[in-house]
Nanobody, 121 residues
């Protein structure tokens, strides 16, 4: 069973910064894709930023966060989201997501539990 555990979000003033982390644990053969999504109240879950499958190509950022948010990952299969110049419209539950091969034939989409980020004006 693969698990993704996100760090706590929090309450931040507009213009402030926050860094989220996501740790992957459990047994898996390979993580081929990792990213962050968010879901604002009453809205659908949408992509924030994600590394491309297989690690080839440019990072995909939502136009609403480009230039303000930065996604990064380390060799330990952890992924981070640095959020700067936060705006009230960034308020949402943020979810870590990964595409994982648990063996050579079994692919799973895995989601973290979500963490709430609230930006006050």
């Amino acid at each position: 069973q693969v698990q993704l555990v996100e760090s706590e979000g929090g309450l931040v003033q507009a213009g402030g910064s926050l860094r989220l982390s996501c740790v992957a644990s459990g047994y898996f053969l390979k993580i081929i894709r990792m990213g962050w999504y968010r879901q604002a109240p009453g809205k659908e879950r949408v992509l924030v930023a994600a590394f491309p499958s297989g690690g080839n190509g440019d990072v995909n950022y939502s136009s609403s966060v480009k230039g303000r948010f930065t996604i990064s990952r380390d060799n330990a299969n952890n992924v981070y989201l640095q959020m700067n110049s936060l705006k009230p419209e960034d308020t949402a539950v943020y979810y870590c997501n990964a595409g994982v091969f648990t063996d050579s034939e079994t692919y799973q989409e895995v989601w973290g539990q979500g963490t709430l980020v609230t930006v006050s004006s």
